[in-house]
């Protein structure tokens, strides 16, 4: 066929697109998330405001998972690791209440801590695929969807928290070796300007599988399981970290004593969601209000989960996925926030 001859461009594509191709197109960022291209999941924003003390359905987590942490940076959830996929990132977009993938962990872990300070993502520590602790610090760039290594921690834990306070972040508890391994009661202090670990004094109450929330100006330790298990008197256990004093001091216990949960601050209150004691699985929601030093019920949670994620932005609480079932990873994708309601 001769230059003269050759069949016009359009020619050809509509020949392409009546065989039934299409041509490829790039995956987007998604986002907010800053990383590869993800489906959506569709869901309906709520055109009035939520009551307080008030839940309300989320779409679900699109990869089921329990044993994860999470944390919010700019509107938008990243929810990190835990069994059933332990590299995996997802994020929420809080704006379009949409889910998307980030880029995976290079190494996948359950059971880590996950925190966000100054518009960047941390995970520290956690149980390897392979069952040992890890030491391994990680921090992600939503603006570029890449993972960076920092510091180590100073000795490889799991079911820690890691909260972030002024221009730190705090690695507090775990247990070390494996999952149900010696109890830790170590608390460390990362300077992301130095790229450097310290110690603190150590929680007085040595715990695992605990809720820890950064308020104002403390730090709050709440609960826990003990090797794994149900535990003993540190279930009730409630004490708070003073950053400027480096000293602990004894709150009121917690109402229902229980581990492997998680917590956020909101209205003023430290929030604790959900967790598990022996064979019973809790969608108990309880806070602690500052302003008074004392705890009160808040509803609970529409499904009773433990190993569930955490955060909260602004005055509202997200339980995101976990285990449905004590003692195993009976995973969900279940999500569902908590509006708080101010102290009376």
């Known amino acids: 066929m001769t230059a003269t001859t050759r069949p016009p461009l359009l020619v050809l594509l509509a020949l392409v697109l009546a065989l039934g191709f299409s041509p490829a197109i790039a995956a987007q960022p998604a986002p907010g998330c800053g990383a590869v291209a993800t489906p959506a999941s569709p869901a309906a ?43 995996m990132v997802d994020c929420l977009d809080l704006a379009t209440n949409t889910w998307a993938i980030a880029a995976d962990l290079p190494q996948g872990v359950n059971h880590p801590g996950v925190v966000a300070l100054d518009d960047t993502l941390y995970v520290a520590g956690g149980y390897t695929d392979d069952g040992p602790a890890t030491d391994a610090v990680w921090a992600y760039d939503p603006t570029t969807g890449a993972w960076e290594t920092r510091a180590p921690l100073p000795r490889a834990r799991g079911a820690l928290s890691l909260v972030a306070l002024g221009d730190r972040l705090y690695a507090v508890g775990g247990a070390y070796e494996r999952l149900g391994g010696p109890v830790s009661g170590d608390v460390t202090v990362f300077d992301p300007a130095t790229d450097t670990w310290s110690p603190l004094a150590s929680m007085p109450t040595p715990r695992e599988h605990l809720a820890v929330v950064a308020g104002p100006y403390l730090i709050y330790a709440i609960g826990c399981l003990a090797k794994g298990n149900e535990g003993d008197l540190g279930a009730s256990a409630a004490e708070a970290y003073d950053p400027a004093t480096d000293t602990w001091r004894t709150l009121p216990p917690l109402p229902t004593p229980r581990g492997g949960f998680s917590g956020a601050f909101a209205a003023g209150q430290v929030v604790v969601l959900g967790g598990e004691r022996g064979s019973t699985t809790f969608d108990t929601a309880e806070a602690f209000d500052l302003a008074t030093g004392s705890w009160r019920s808040l509803p609970p949670m529409p499904t009773a989960r433990h190993g569930v994620a955490v955060v909260a932005v602004d005055d509202t609480v997200y339980a995101l996925a976990g285990s449905t079932r004590a003692a195993a990873a009976e995973n969900t994708g279940v999500s569902e926030a908590l509006t708080v309601a101010p102290p009376a």
Do not use: C, H, K
């Not at 008030?54 to 089921?64: C, E, G, I, Q, V």
């Open 45 to 87: 924003i709520p055109a009035t405001p939520t009551p307080p003390d008030t839940w309300t359905a989320l779409p679900p987590l699109p990869r089921s998972r329990s044993e994860l942490g999470a944390a919010a940076i700019a509107g938008v959830i990243y929810v990190v690791g835990g069994f059933g996929g332990s590299a």
